[in-house]
């Protein structure tokens, strides 16, 4: 089954993550986080701290899932 690329910014507690996860059509995120493994493969990834520094890029990095404090779609995050 096809999954669509979701872009996303997940905090932790020292960083900020804005990447792409792979949802199925008609997942909703909550669903997604509930019944994900231990790591989450995010995709075209920027790392920064929470000063806006960037410390990494890079085309995948995987995120543990016990250290997200925050994690909502970039649509949403940029009407706050």
């Not at 993550?17 to 019944?35: A, H, K, Q, S």
């Amino acid at each position: 089954m096809q999954r669509d690329k979701t872009r996303v910014v997940i905090l932790t507690e020292g960083l900020r993550i804005e990447g792409d996860i792979g949802l199925l059509p008609g997942v909703r995120l909550t669903d997604y986080m509930t019944e994900s493994k231990i790591f989450l493969a995010v995709s075209n990834v920027t790392v920064s701290d929470h000063n806006g520094h960037q410390q990494l890029n890079g085309p995948l990095i995987n995120v543990h899932r016990d250290k997200i404090v925050v994690i909502m779609p970039v649509a949403e995050a940029e009407d706050l």
